[in-house]
């Protein structure tokens, strides 16, 4: 009872506070940016990226086995894969909100914000940035660490830490002030609160996009090899892989279980709230689907439980990491058989992987928290009960909000 009577007093409170409020500037949408989670960069994109073998024969491999951008910067591919879209990119030309025959295009556009020269839509250098978010991390990795060593599991440590994080992060791309580290958003924010590109089934769209766009730069290394140019055809191998790298965070993100069915796309057009409220709002079903996991089964006749966001180390999760390599492994070797044949793939081969995802809700899974029927927005009656098979198109994003504050687990 004490509960219902606090969270309507919120409810009250929040909507008087976003009617009266503009957008983006009143404490309410930094309140909720406080009380829900954000945020999506984590370390376990850079480590299994890393674990992706890179070939270059004939040409000799770099000896810090890093990958030399346009502009100079050198990152590893698990480094590329953590950076793109999460941290780095232009929050106003997503790749799936292109048009078809403007997707590769928009992908470059993603790609240039990390490996070019430029820095159109951010107050620092991608250089400047790198470097400070190289700090960041550095320190989250020794801070997890210690976490860990005390007994604490990673998911336990991000839930503990996400506003900390969140807010450092916002500062880093331009966000923030002293006092407020959410509010003006930053580029993290930004991106966050239009990532359609990482949710299936735009991830796919994003990440075809990006994968050609890498194999037409390994076949001009090959073309660059034939001729006898060995500079740029390292020049040239050094960017496929780099594009690749940026495309494989989308084709991983589509290997998470928050990212396979939450209707990101459809939440943020339907909900007539600020675009990061609608952001907090998906991610209630991104955490929650990244938590339990989903069965899932592919065009190759596998079965497995996928899982999400900072649950990859889980012990029931061995399986499923075991596969995600192996997919973005596919996606180099595509990379440098074009290099070496001189040919384009007729097929990726790595998507066969992924999950057949319109199957997922004839698997036995929990019922998902919002989905998309007839064209129409629904939510789960019950919001606290992932075993309720009934929905709802009558449903509030506000209410929504408010009540998974009050009853935080």
Known sequence: ?????????????????????????????????????????????RDYGNQVLLRWAPLSPPQNNRLTLPNGLQLSYGELVMYAGDL???????????????????????????????????????????????????????????????????????????SDLSQSLNRIGCGGTAINGYLPLGLYLKLAQVNFDHFVPDSLTAYRAGHAVALRSALKAHHYLNEGNLA???????????QNAFANHFLTDSMSSGHMRTPRRAIHNDIALPAILNLLIANLMHDEDSRYGLEVSNALGLSWRAYGDDY??????????????????????????????????????????LPDFDKIEQLSNHSPLFKVDNGVLLKRVSNHDPDDHHWTALWSGLVTLIDFQVHKD
């Open 312 to 353: 990859l180390s889980h012990p029931d999760a061995a399986r499923h990491v075991e596969i995600l390599t192996h997919i973005m492994q596919l996606s180099a070797d595509a990379i440098y058989h074009t290099f070496r044949d001189g040919t384009l793939p007729v097929s990726y081969e790595e998507l066969r992987w």
């Open 1 to 45: 009872m004490i509960k219902d009577i606090i969270a309507k007093l919120l409810l009250s409170w929040f909507i008087i506070g976003v009617t009266n409020a503009g957008p983006l500037n009143h404490p309410s949408i930094e309140e909720q940016l406080k009380q829900h989670n954000a945020g999506f960069a984590n370390l376990e994109h």
């Open 232 to 242: 740029e055809a390292d020049k040239a191998l050094h960017l496929a892989y780099a």
């Open 88 to 162: 780095f990119g232009d929050p106003y030309k997503p790749i799936s909100n292109c048009k078809t025959q403007q997707q590769e295009a928009c992908f470059l556009r993603q790609f240039n914000a990390l490996g070019g020269m430029s820095s159109d839509n951010t107050c620092k250098t991608p250089l400047t940035l790198v470097s400070e978010y190289s700090q960041f991390f550095e320190k989250l990795e020794t801070a997890l660490k210690a976490a860990e060593a005390q007994g604490q599991k990673p998911w336990e440590f991000y839930k503990q830490h996400f």
